[in-house]
């Protein structure tokens, strides 16, 4: 008897669940309360046993992938024995079968954030024919927050890849195909009634339309297959499809670019039929993937990648939002400079930390927004957001040309070992592309080191929808001028400067100096028995 094995419901608000990790694979006889699997919630945590006694016949949910409470995740056969596949000969139509030594497995687009609808493939790690190993990179993906590494959830050859390069794909659909090294692949059916219904063209289509739009080689534009299979539906030709005007990065025409096209009466379609001739179309460009260099030219083209677009419209999002004022403050940091000086090397050896500024600056800064919580809100219309969380952004500035605002979670609980871990953490990640989704949203202040590179102030930019952003500045000593029983002297000091970015349309220049000034008492008065 097959007995299916469902994501388990966790509580009465958790309608979905992430699998972490199997503990059984495809196969593996299992004993009742033996652990198969775990899973993660907005909740929990928690490892899933076994029902019954058996085989686990089938595995249908990937790890790291996230799905509805109730979902089958996985099949055990209890008689003890394997299920076998009818035959083909003995349905007629279905989809014929053969044994090859493995299983063909497809390898979705991820989903990694609750509003991320599709991805884009930045780069191959591995060809067709390439064997591989469970965990090992296959691709990478980038998406609207974050870019991350896509590791194969299984042993195998990678038998194919559906999507080239800067291709964006839907979550869910197939990318890649991995042929595993033990169970049946299944063949793609002959029939037609067994094509999937987007893809399905009436003969009066066939006679209307043009070529079918599923395919690309005629075209020097990219379209997503969520836009083609929409274009699809609605009958619209590729050479159409191409008149489309896309609001999309490099152009490309959005699933809301083609809604809006079709509601407008796709009054442009009319246009198109009725006047167009072949020779009135538009000139193909062809994309360009690299850079382009005309002979003779001055100078070159270069393609932004994924992750600069991103931070270019995030930067004139803020821009437009966010009424930018900024104030600076220099801070003497004798006391943690000292500290950081006399300990370094035995937090590096002992406990595998790097003693930096950036712990004692967070520390600072946590201990400000719960003085001055205004600071830790945002704006939604004409409403005031109180946080009652804190999620400290740390800007990390990614090679060769990139940056990624990650988060501390409920920072403010953590002392200043655990920030200088977190610290450490996320950047490690952030330059792996190890991040995932929920390391870079629901933050609430951000603080951006730009003394790292050995400028000595900036201005910062706000990071939406926060509210203040703090730069920091490169620490250099100084001749400053220190009072000492009512006589001024000259000191050399390790000094730093401190800029606070807000938003006047909440913060105005009382609260931002307020702030400010709370975060340079608690560096200048360090109490280092903290640490």
């Not at 990478?140 to 870019?147: G, Q, R, Y």
């Not at 198109?272 to 001055?298: C, L, T, V």
């Not at 050995?454 to 509210?467: A, D, H, M, R």
């Amino acid at each position: 008897m097959k007995v299916d094995i469902v994501m388990p419901k966790m509580g009465e608000s958790i309608n979905e669940g992430t699998l972490i990790k199997w503990h059984k694979k495809k196969g593996d006889r299992v004993k009742k309360d033996d652990i198969i699997y775990e899973i993660s919630t907005d909740k929990v945590d928690t490892e899933i046993p076994s029902p019954e006694d058996g085989i686990l016949s089938d595995i249908k949910v990937f790890e790291q992938e996230t799905v509805l409470v109730g979902t089958v995740v996985a099949v055990i056969e209890t008689n003890g024995e394997e299920a076998t596949e009818t035959s083909a000969e003995k349905i007629p139509d279905a989809p014929s079968t053969h044994q090859v030594g493995g299983e063909l497995v497809d390898i979705p687009m991820p989903k990694m954030g609750e509003s991320i609808m599709e991805g884009t493939i930045l780069k191959w790690h591995k060809k067709a024919g390439d064997k591989i190993n469970r965990d090992e990179i296959i691709f990478e993906i980038s998406t609207d927050k974050v870019d991350t590494e896509v590791p194969s959830p299984v042993d195998g050859i990678l038998s194919e890849i559906l999507f080239d390069v800067n291709a964006t794909v839907p979550v869910g659909a197939a990318v890649a195909k991995i042929l595993t090294t033990s169970g049946i692949v299944k063949q793609i059916p002959a029939s037609q009634d067994s094509v999937p219904e987007p893809q399905k063209i009436s003969a009066q289509e066939k006679r209307t339309s043009e070529p079918p739009i599923a395919h690309q080689k005629n075209s020097n534009k990219f379209f997503s297959p969520l836009v083609l299979n929409m274009a699809l539906a609605e009958g619209i030709s590729l050479s159409e499809l191409e008149t489309v005007s896309g609001t999309g990065i490099e152009g490309r025409i959005t699933k809301n670019d083609l809604l809006n096209y079709i509601q407008r009466g796709r009054s442009d379609r009319n246009l198109y039929s009725a006047q167009m001739s072949e020779s009135e179309k538009p000139a193909k460009q062809p994309a360009e993937k690299n850079f382009k260099r005309e002979p003779g030219a001055s100078s070159e083209i270069i393609p932004m990648d994924i992750n600069r677009q991103r931070v270019m419209n995030h930067m004139i999002k803020s821009r437009d939002t966010s009424v930018h004022v900024t104030a600076i403050s220099e801070v003497d940091v004798t006391v943690i400079h000292n500290f950081i000086e006399r300990n370094r090397d035995s937090y590096s050896a002992n406990e595998g930390l790097k003693l930096t500024y950036m712990p004692f600056i967070s520390f600072a800064v946590i201990k400000a927004l719960k003085e001055f919580p205004l600071m830790n809100a945002s704006i939604e219309g004409n409403n005031i957001v109180m946080k009652k969380f804190i999620n400290l952004g740390i800007a990390v500035a990614v090679e060769p040309n990139g940056l990624i605002v990650p988060n501390i979670k409920n920072a403010d609980e953590k002392n200043i070992r655990g920030l200088a871990r977190s610290i450490q953490d996320l950047g490690t990640r952030s330059r792996s592309k190890k991040l995932t989704a929920d390391d870079v949203s629901a933050g609430t202040f951000t603080i951006t080191n730009y003394g790292v590179f050995g400028s000595l102030f900036g201005t910062p930019i706000i990071n939406q929808p926060e509210v203040g952003i703090l730069g920091v500045g490169a620490v250099t000593k100084k001749p400053v001028v220190v009072e000492v029983n009512g006589i001024d002297s000259i000191a050399i000091k390790p000094m730093m400067y401190l800029s606070l970015s807000h938003d006047h349309r909440l913060v105005d220049g009382m609260l931002g100096g307020k702030f400010l000034k709370s975060v340079k008492e608690t560096l200048e008065n360090f109490d280092v028995s903290l640490v």
